[in-house]
């Protein structure tokens, strides 16, 4: 169902658009949040700690994204905070400080979008999935569909994506943002998922490959498109 919506929205976009392909591009196009690190370990069961597996399937997405010609940057490589790195909010707070350097990353960076991987806890252990949240605007929201239905078909569910509207990290401007919520660590099934080789290489291509959409449908366009968002021309598009 997703497929057929994509190809009929790309086939629109390109009949109104015709010139996108000659937008200058920008340095890097993706911009892949790995969440927590260092001291900040985020979620857990038993010994095994998010901030490894986010890492580690943030790795793997780097390196199917720059394969396919991407130009995409992480903003860790390794097991530490970014809260020392923090140049723009002198805040008490640890925690602060580290959001608000991965926030103005992107500002600095500017890149077509940013991706924050996570990974969930529930303390019902029968709760499993991915969970994409989204900013209150439609190319966000039109990234995490895109993810949301992408991973579905990896964990065989059919989750839609949340409007994440208490999360610090996607309270701004600089780019389209989520948080994709990887799967439940607290859910037998998807933690073997998360931490096995095959199922991180699924979730890798899986988030490549809705990345890989959004950039064919929207990626040029928000070069261009500053006063109009995405959704409102193919709006003017279907109804004149
Ligand atoms: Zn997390």
Redesign the pocket.
């Known amino acids: 169902m997703m497929k057929k919506i994509t190809v009929f929205v790309l086939f629109a976009m390109t009949a109104v658009f015709p010139a996108a392909a000659s937008v200058p591009l920008t340095p890097v196009q993706i911009l892949i949040d790995v ?2 690190g260092g001291v900040d370990s ?2 857990s069961y038993h010994d095994l700690f ?1 901030k490894e597996i ?1 890492l580690q399937i943030a790795k793997r997405l780097y390196r199917r994204l720059s394969e396919a010609g991407y130009r995409v940057m992480l903003n860790r490589d390794r097991d530490q905070a970014l809260s020392d790195d923090n140049q723009w909010l002198n805040n008490p707070s640890r925690h602060k400080r580290d959001l608000a350097q991965r926030k103005h990353l992107a500002k600095e960076l500017s890149p077509q979008m940013m991706i924050s991987l ?2 969930n806890w529930s303390s019902d252990q029968q709760r499993r999935g991915p969970v994409i949240l989204y900013q209150a605007n439609n190319q966000s929201f039109l990234l995490a569909d895109l993810l949301q239905h992408s991973l579905n078909q990896v964990f065989g569910t059919r989750d839609e994506p949340v409007q994440g509207r208490s999360y610090y990290l996607l309270k701004h401007e600089y780019c389209p943002t989520v948080i994709v ?1 990887m799967g439940f660590i607290s859910n037998t099934r998807d933690r073997a998922f998360l931490t096995g080789p095959a199922g991180q290489k699924k979730i890798a291509q899986a988030i490549a490959d809705a990345v890989s959409e959004y950039l064919l449908i929207a990626g040029d366009l928000q070069q261009n498109s500053s006063e109009e968002t995405l959704l409102n021309k193919l709006r003017r598009f279907f109804h004149q």
């Open positions: 969440g927590h985020g979620t998010e986010n996570h990974v919520e």
